[in-house]
């Protein structure tokens, strides 16, 4: 019980944390503390992490695995989780998963988006995604060319059953705070551009982006959502 009593504390002293140094970051950028949405990534704890993360008032949960998300959506049920789907999403995870999840931040192609559509529509559900953009241009990740979201928004906006509200990126792999905040810069100007001629049906209000190590450079450059996990486990995991 002890143990379990400090796992407690220390996870709501590190999202208390957390919580200050976003909203500080947003209002050293000209926003709202609560213009920016934490999402708390839960990608390497268990379901004692989890119980005491919902406990200490974050209730936003993002993974990035399917299997690791049906299993821990199972395990948590009875509590009031709004989970994300913020990693790579096969098109053959995606009737398992839509039914559990708040918004789908990978969305990285023409046919995963016409895959959640479909599936959407058999609960008939209209489902919030964003388009994840590979704005570093890095071969090891996916997600759109920067080149390819516009012309693509046409057919998002056909969609009956998925509402494209915005972008998702992850900086470069090996960069510093600098190149970071010049992916996160060029995924505004990206989101600022679409915005300004969005098809009908398709809105480009949301930016996820930012994780531990650079949250505060996204939320500077515009980010509405970043995805925070290790920063909320120090002293724990």
């Known amino acids: 019980m002890r143990m379990m009593n400090n796992l407690n504390a220390r996870i709501a002293e590190n999202l208390a944390r957390l919580r200050g140094r976003i909203a500080d970051a947003a209002v050293r950028s000209g926003r709202a503390a609560d213009d920016v949405r934490l999402v708390g990534v839960t990608k390497y704890v268990g379901e004692a992490e989890v119980r005491a993360l919902v406990e200490a008032g974050c209730s936003d949960l993002g993974e990035s695995r399917p299997q690791q998300l049906w299993q821990k959506a199972e395990a948590v049920g009875d509590l009031p989780i709004r989970w994300h789907m913020i990693g790579h999403l096969q098109r053959n995870k995606v009737r398992r998963t839509l039914p559990l999840v708040e918004m789908i931040h990978s969305a990285d192609s023409p046919r995963l988006v016409a895959t959640i559509d479909q599936v959407a529509g058999e609960t008939a559900r209209r489902l919030p995604i964003l388009l994840e ?15 390819a979201v516009e012309p693509f928004l046409e057919q998002a906006a056909g969609c009956r059953n998925v509402e494209v509200r915005g972008l998702m990126c992850m900086a470069a792999l090996a960069s510093g705070r600098g190149a970071a905040g010049r992916d996160f810069a060029e995924l505004r100007r990206l989101r600022d551009r679409l915005r300004a001629n969005c098809p009908e049906g398709v809105v480009m209000d949301e930016l996820s982006m930012g994780m531990s190590g650079d949250f505060e450079t996204a939320i500077a450059e515009g980010a509405t959502i970043v995805r925070v996990g290790s920063a909320l486990y120090e002293g724990v995991i």
């Open 133 to 147: 953009v590979n704005i570093s241009g890095e071969s090891a990740k996916g997600g759109f060319d920067p080149a």
